[in-house]
């Protein structure tokens, strides 16, 4: 954590994210999992809730030690990372499931279970750890908060879901006792399938040239730009009483011709007030202007017959100036971080499986991944109720994504990999589909858990923190459909008939 203890405490405490963004998101959180966890584990389930409970309280103990404060952007970060920390247990479990149905005891299947999961646990973590570890190295303030959260809850993870879990199981075996993990609809879902994806491909590669074509004209559409990319001027105001954000939101929209991201800061009368109305325009005048039209807009709110003098020097608290030079860095600041995550993720997918096929096939999921997102912020931002801006939100958005997804993906390929030696000979669209339809149940399930979560974060964390849910709402939906439809299909159609993992040549 060296990098972390450069950036200064100014920049790991202050939020640019809505403040109600709180633990109520947890609670609701937690109250989902551990319902989807008995339901679809039975009594297993309370082990997963167990190791999830203790990753919470770890990883609070560890952000309260390092003298971290845990802001809305580090909440955000624990809802998310609630989510994805399911998936270790729900990845051990599934295999425990599979090793029962082959009629192995629950010792043995338990066993089992942990020795075969511990590859594609080790593997989707650390590709989710690497884009959290650039964000963290890249991002400032409410982003930095975010990825340091999501980093320490990455790395508890795998403590709790593999020793923790492991170690509840063992003393529970150990007293001539097992834990269920099938339930009623469990076994429906958990049968496996044997659905053709790799038959459907050549329609999925044509989505996907539409999804590349779309998302290369989303530049030229243009998109709206966040305060930190395109400059703007933050004002923080004190009133008599309690106010409503939203309320005020709306009030300055129509004094500005834009919404302005509105912010509680400390206490529940004050707030703070970020504009870009007439950042781009120069003048000796342009800054009384906008103070003038923000006194406007603001009258109502403060007691009747307050001069715009008297809340110059007594209701604003402070102002400050976000530039456009200091935009470009953020920019270019972003445009590294995501461009230097796809590498070093790519870069260890070649490393792990020796295969150039791996990587290519998580290259054009990842581009997949991001251009679907890019598309909706670009040809949607006009049509729906809450900002779809561009910003150091949606990066975090876009890093998070790219991890979810490559997560997702080297679940299937690790599987690939497994079967192609189970079967050799076999051509590989069988292998592929093989694979596909093993892990479908954990691919439902985990991607369930994260929508969920993200969706309670989408409707519960305020205006602000909207666009950052909406994208990774996308993300997941688009993540899962690619590691299945995008990046496993490649590695039939490339490399001329070469097995999965091998130099041999298969039918």
Same mark, same amino acid.
């Given at each position: 954590?060296?990098?972390?203890?450069?950036?200064?405490?100014?920049?790991?405490?202050?939020?640019?994210?809505?403040?109600?963004?709180?633990?109520?998101?947890?609670?609701?959180?937690? +109250?989902?999992?551990?319902?989807?966890?008995?339901?679809?584990?039975?009594?297993?389930?309370?082990?997963?809730?167990?190791?999830?409970?203790?990753?919470?309280?770890?990883?609070?103990?560890?952000?309260?030690?390092?003298?971290?404060?845990?802001?809305?952007?580090?909440?955000?970060?624990?809802?998310?990372?609630?989510?994805?920390?399911?998936?270790?247990?729900?990845?051990?479990?599934?295999?425990?499931?599979?090793?029962?149905?082959?009629?192995?005891?629950?010792?043995?299947?338990?066993?089992?279970?942990?020795?075969?999961? =511990?590859?594609?646990?080790?593997?989707?973590?650390?590709?989710?750890?690497?884009?959290?570890?650039?964000?963290?190295?890249?991002?400032?303030?409410?982003?930095?908060?975010?990825?340091?959260?999501?980093?320490?809850?990455?790395?508890?993870?795998?403590?709790?879901?593999?020793?923790?879990?492991?170690?509840?199981?063992?003393?529970?075996?150990?007293?001539?006792?097992?834990?269920?993990?099938?339930?009623?609809?469990?076994?429906?879902?958990?049968?496996?399938?044997?659905?053709?994806?790799?038959?459907?491909?050549?329609?999925?590669?044509?989505?996907?040239? @539409?999804?590349? @074509? +779309?998302?290369?004209?989303?530049?030229?559409?243009?998109?709206?730009?966040?305060?930190?990319?395109?400059?703007?001027?933050?004002?923080?105001?004190?009133?008599?009483?309690? $106010?409503?954000?939203?309320?005020?939101?709306?009030?300055?929209?129509?004094?500005?011709?834009?919404?302005?991201?509105?912010?509680?800061?400390?206490?529940?009368?004050?707030?703070?007030?970020?504009?870009?109305?007439?950042?781009?325009?120069?003048?000796?005048?342009?800054?009384?202007? $906008?103070?003038?039209?923000?006194?406007?807009?603001?009258?109502?709110?403060?007691?009747?017959?307050?001069?715009?003098?008297?809340?110059?020097?007594?209701?604003?608290?402070?102002?400050?100036?976000?530039?456009?030079?200091?935009?470009?860095?953020?920019?270019?600041?972003?445009?590294?971080?995501?461009?230097?995550?796809?590498?070093?993720?790519?870069?260890?997918?070649?490393?792990?499986?020796?295969?150039?096929?791996?990587?290519?096939?998580?290259? @054009?999921?990842?581009?997949?991944?991001?251009?679907?997102?890019?598309? $909706?912020?670009?040809? =949607?931002?006009?049509?729906?109720?809450?900002?779809?801006?561009?910003?150091?939100?949606?990066?975090?958005?876009?890093?998070? $994504?790219?991890?979810?997804?490559?997560?997702?993906?080297?679940?299937?390929?690790?599987?690939?990999?497994?079967?192609?030696?189970?079967?050799?000979?076999?051509?590989?669209?069988?292998?592929?589909?093989?694979?596909?339809?093993?892990?479908?149940?954990?691919?439902?399930?985990?991607?369930?858990?994260?929508?969920?979560?993200?969706?309670?974060?989408?409707?519960?964390?305020?205006?602000?923190?909207?666009?950052?849910?909406?994208?990774?709402?996308?993300?997941?939906?688009?993540?899962?459909?690619?590691?299945?439809?995008?990046?496993?299909?490649?590695?039939?159609?490339?490399?001329?008939?070469?097995?999965?993992?091998?130099?041999?040549?298969?039918?």
């Amino acid at each position: 954590f060296f990098f972390f203890k450069q950036k200064t405490a100014y920049e790991m405490r202050i939020s640019d994210w809505s403040s109600d963004v709180c633990s109520s998101d947890l609670g609701i959180s937690f +109250l989902v999992i551990f319902a989807l966890m008995l339901l679809y584990f039975n009594t297993g389930g309370w082990v997963a809730n167990i190791a999830l409970i203790l990753n919470l309280l770890f990883t609070i103990g560890v952000l309260s030690a390092l003298g971290f404060t845990l802001t809305a952007p580090g909440i955000a970060g624990l809802v998310l990372t609630i989510g994805m920390a399911v998936d270790t247990n729900v990845i051990i479990f599934e295999r425990i499931k599979e090793e029962l149905t082959k009629g192995k005891n629950y010792s043995a299947a338990v066993n089992e279970g942990y020795k075969r999961s =511990l590859a594609p646990v080790l593997d989707g973590h650390i590709t989710t750890l690497l884009t959290a570890i650039i964000l963290a190295y890249f991002g400032l303030g409410p982003v930095l908060g975010f990825a340091t959260t999501q980093i320490i809850g990455i790395l508890l993870s795998l403590f709790c879901g593999i020793l923790v879990s492991r170690l509840i199981s063992d003393w529970y075996t150990n007293k001539n006792r097992h834990f269920e993990y099938f339930t009623k609809i469990s076994k429906v879902i958990f049968n496996h399938t044997s659905f053709k994806f790799i038959e459907y491909r050549k329609y999925a590669y044509m989505l996907s040239a @539409v999804i590349f @074509v +779309l998302g290369i004209a989303s530049f030229f559409h243009g998109f709206d730009e966040g305060v930190e990319f395109a400059g703007g001027r933050s004002y923080t105001v004190k009133f008599d009483k309690a $106010v409503d954000p939203e309320q005020i939101r709306e009030d300055l929209k129509t004094v500005f011709g834009e919404a302005p991201i509105i912010k509680t800061v400390d206490v529940k009368n004050q707030v703070n007030i970020t504009t870009s109305f007439k950042i781009k325009e120069t003048g000796n005048n342009v800054d009384a202007e $906008v103070e003038r039209k923000l006194y406007e807009g603001l009258q109502k709110y403060l007691p009747a017959g307050t001069s715009f003098e008297t809340f110059e020097t007594s209701y604003k608290q402070g102002s400050q100036t976000v530039l456009p030079t200091i935009s470009d860095d953020l920019k270019a600041g972003a445009t590294k971080a995501t461009l230097f995550a796809v590498l070093v993720i790519c870069l260890y997918i070649f490393i792990r499986f020796r295969d150039w096929r791996y990587s290519l096939g998580s290259i @054009v999921a990842l581009m997949h991944d991001v251009f679907v997102t890019l598309i $909706v912020f670009s040809f =949607l931002k006009d049509f729906v109720p809450f900002p779809l801006e561009i910003d150091q939100h949606f990066i975090a958005a876009i890093l998070t $994504v790219i991890g979810f997804s490559m997560n997702d993906t080297v679940i299937v390929y690790d599987r690939i990999r497994e079967d192609s030696g189970m079967m050799k000979g076999a051509p590989n669209a069988a292998v592929i589909n093989r694979a596909i339809n093993e892990t479908l149940s954990r691919t439902i399930m985990t991607s369930v858990t994260v929508f969920l979560t993200i969706l309670i974060l989408f409707i519960f964390g305020g205006e602000v923190t909207r666009g950052f849910a909406f994208a990774m709402l996308i993300g997941v939906a688009t993540g899962t459909y690619s590691s299945i439809f995008v990046a496993a299909p490649f590695l039939v159609d490339f490399g001329g008939g070469r097995a999965l993992g091998s130099k041999e040549k298969t039918k």
